[in-house]
């Protein structure tokens, strides 16, 4: 083997690695499992009969339920009289409810009735005599019972596990399981619940039941895969769909298909298929399935709860019907992210379900499609390396693309006629790659543009931009552009006089021991360098390389700084130097950015309003005693921050007002005490503007005691205590005028 060939087959063995990995689970490459779920979603979407099955009908709790019957949860008593009205009037086949009945209806007022007749009341036999009489008609939860008794319904309840709130704790009944523990003879590792919310027992002991809570929802927090049985204290339990299901096919026998028949393993690895009677119901490891979604909302037919309790609504499609009782209005909440749609009303998961099963519509993704993808991963590997250096580069390509479309087009009918699920993002993915490395080692020709790239933008972006850049040199110019960036003005305070006391060769230490490690910083959070002027820095975000996220990561870097400082300031004490205090302004908004100056100098910069106004900014750090100030934008822009707002300023030159702020810190890292300060401030800030200096000196007094450090406070005690002697005109706004630039 040559030595271009062995680089070659390293190339293809260091890709396929990862990959392995990844197949066998011991590394989790987090942008292929992400790339995996949007192919899934693609032939999901791309695939789907979008046919209304009347078969199964929704039973609607909608706004106008709501509107006419009150809100929710309604009587049990009422919840009688439609169960009645749709297995007598409509005559539906099974009723399942997507709801748990998890206390008991006290508002027919027979708990205080009762309460009377043992206390207070208990010498007045007629009272006791006219209680008896009224009970059966009081006591609503045995009304509800007695209307599911010997009718095909399935009560929905909720189990829970390891994380979740409340994990441990189990109120309700539970139904009778679908397999007893001593009758439990697989290895499965079904999602084990530890508690569970369920149904009182009244209920629950007249009707089958089934859970629909989704331990499985995927990362991205879309129901892709579902429980089809849950395990708990060594009894197996159906889903609600599945329940509804099974009450549907006149309860048949349930058993589990196994690769290796009931001589093998009979574990999650070797598990295939459910029947259901004579249905097929394919599964993954843990008896759970992909939902087979038939379309958008709306695949099936909806009937208002309403209309059905009133007996407005028609016979057809209720008679013979799948009925499952859920909710549409708003108010309820039951909306769930899909693949196809992120509002998607949770009761038509359970139905698409219930329509699969009956159907034999399920796709099937089994555990040993890793060994189908490693052995495909391998023949691509071993087919690209051979045939890549021996073609040209246009040849290599065109055969590139027909080996992507080939992967797709077989996907497709694999997916569409064999009802199967293979991998398709890690196929396309790593043929891409393949030939993406082969060309780069084989037909290295970027080189000159990225040299180009490295000569008009290294002094500005760091080393990790300009090779970011180089994979597309054509798309960076330095010409002039208006973008949305953020800019950042840092300088040390008082640095006339700190350099006063130091010789010069002292000040040029200083600078460069300041201005170095601040780079790096910036630089780190792909800052772009703009200048240094003496003692100060500017750098902006956003340009010449796009991010989203241009606001974030200056906001980050100033933080950082604030911090590098307090190391930096260690090694000047050591050497006798004055501390040095530095004020950082961060703004975003829309500005030009590209090549500016003159014939005789040139500098890549930014200019603009919003960049004036982050210079004024790092001025006022010192006024308000912070030293990071921020304007409206870049708070708006980082919402996961909190920031405490210092005032609504006119600059000179600018008519409209704009709101400074000072980072507090993320949202979820702060504790109470800080989370009640940011709220007191608001409160008093509020005050202040309407000129209640009573309520305003209270509020901002407790906040200077309790924050003696914040200077901010002590600054609007002493703006309260000149208004109360000097009055503003009738025409104050609450905005504070700043004249100097």
């Excluded at 009205?85 to 508002?107: H, P, S, T, W």
């Excluded at 859920?326 to 359970?350: C, K, Q, W, Y």
């Excluded at 792909?526 to 902006?540: E, L, S």
């Excluded at 919402?639 to 600059?651: K, M, S």
Aim: proline share 5%; charged share 20%; with cysteine.
């Amino acid at each position: 083997m040559n030595k271009r060939l062995l680089i070659r087959v390293l190339i293809s063995s260091m890709l396929f690695l990862p990959y392995l990995l990844h197949n066998r689970g011991d590394i989790r490459m987090g942008w292929l499992d992400r790339l995996e779920q949007l192919t899934y979603d693609a032939r999901l979407v791309l695939t789907m009969p979008n046919t209304v099955d009347d078969r199964i009908v929704i039973l609607d709790l909608d706004e106008k339920s709501l509107l006419e019957e009150g809100q929710w949860p309604w009587p049990r008593d009422r919840m009688a009289r439609l169960i009645d009205r749709l297995f007598i009037d409509y005559q539906v086949k099974v009723l399942g409810f997507d709801i748990v009945f998890a206390e008991a209806d006290n508002r027919s007022g027979l708990p205080t009735l009762e309460r009377l007749a043992r206390d207070e009341l208990r010498n007045v036999p007629q009272f006791g005599q006219a209680l008896e009489r009224l009970r059966p008609l009081l006591d609503t939860d045995n009304i509800f019972a007695e209307a599911l008794a010997d009718r095909a319904t399935v009560l929905g309840y909720v189990f829970r596990h390891a994380g979740d709130a409340g994990e441990g704790v189990s109120s309700g009944m539970l139904p009778r399981p679908l397999i007893p523990s001593d009758q439990a003879d697989t290895n499965i590792p079904f999602v084990e619940a530890i508690a569970y919310t369920g149904n009182i027992a009244m209920l629950q002991n007249n009707s089958a039941g089934g859970f629909f809570e989704n331990a499985l929802v995927d990362r991205d927090g879309k129901y892709r895969r579902v429980p089809l049985l849950q395990i708990y204290n060594d009894n197996i339990y159906p889903s609600l769909a599945f329940a509804v299901a099974y009450q549907a096919l006149g309860r048949p026998n349930l058993d589990f298909v196994f690769q290796h028949g009931a001589d093998g393993p009979r574990d999650g690895l070797d598990l295939d298929w459910l029947t259901l009677g004579d249905k097929r119901i394919p599964v993954g490891e843990n008896a759970s399935v992909l939902v087979p979604y038939r379309g958008q909302v709306g695949s099936f037919p909806y009937v208002s709860a309403a209309d059905v309790l009133h007996g407005r609504a028609t016979k057809y499609p209720l008679k013979g019907a799948i009925v499952l009782m859920g909710a549409s209005a708003a108010g309820l909440h039951d909306l769930r992210n899909t693949p196809i749609g992120d509002r998607f009303i949770g009761v038509e998961i359970h139905a698409n379900i219930v329509s699969g099963i009956l159907d034999e519509t399920i796709k099937h993704h089994p555990r040993y499609v890793q060994g189908i993808e490693i052995t495909v991963l391998v023949l691509l590997a071993i087919l690209m390396t051979v045939v890549l250096p021996r073609v040209p580069v246009v040849t290599a390509t065109l055969m590139t693309v027909l080996i992507i479309l080939l992967i797709i087009v077989l996907n497709l009918v694999i997916w569409g006629r064999g009802n199967f699920v293979l991998p398709l993002a890690s196929l396309l993915s790593f043929t891409f790659l393949l030939y993406f490395l082969h060309m780069i080692y084989g037909y290295f020709v970027e080189a000159r543009g990225k040299r180009e790239l490295s000569g008009l933008f290294g002094r500005y972006v760091p080393p990790e931009l300009v090779a970011e850049m180089g994979k597309n040199p054509g798309d960076f110019s330095m010409a002039s552009e208006n973008r949305v960036l953020t800019v950042m003005f840092a300088d040390i305070r008082n640095f006339t006089g700190i350099a006063e006391k130091l010789s010069p060769p002292e000040v040029s230490e200083l600078l460069n021991a300041f201005l170095t490690p601040m780079t790096r910083v910036i630089q780190r959070h792909r800052g772009t360098i703009d200048k240094y002027m003496g003692d100060a820095i500017m750098a902006f975000w956003g340009a010449p390389v796009s991010d989203q996220q241009h606001a974030r990561n200056a906001l980050l870097s100033a933080i950082e700084m604030q911090g590098a400082l307090s190391e930096l300031q260690k090694g000047f004490d050591r050497r006798g130097w004055p501390e040095i205090r530095v004020g950082i302004g961060l703004n975003t908004g829309d500005m030009r950015v590209g090549n500016m100056g003159s014939s005789f100098r040139m500098a890549y910069t930014v200019m603009g309003d919003s960049v004036n106004l982050g210079a004024r900014l790092e001025n006022l750090t010192k006024a308000y005693g912070v030293t990071i100030a921020v304007g409206e934008a870049t708070c708006k822009a980082v919402p996961d921050f909190a920031f405490l707002e210092l005032d609504r300023v006119r600059v000179k030159g600018k008519d409209n007002p704009v709101a400074i702020f000072s980072p507090i810190g993320p949202r979820n890292d702060m504790g109470k005490e800080t989370r009640q300060m940011l709220k007191k401030h608001a409160t008093a800030l509020h005050y202040y503007r309407e000129r209640d200096w009573d309520s305003a000196e209270k509020e901002f007094f407790g906040l200077a005691q309790s924050f003696p450090e914040r200077k901010l406070f002590a600054i609007y005690l002493d703006r309260v205590t000149h208004f109360r002697g000097n009055p503003p005109p009738e025409d104050w706004d609450g905005i504070s005028v700043i004249l100097h630039k």
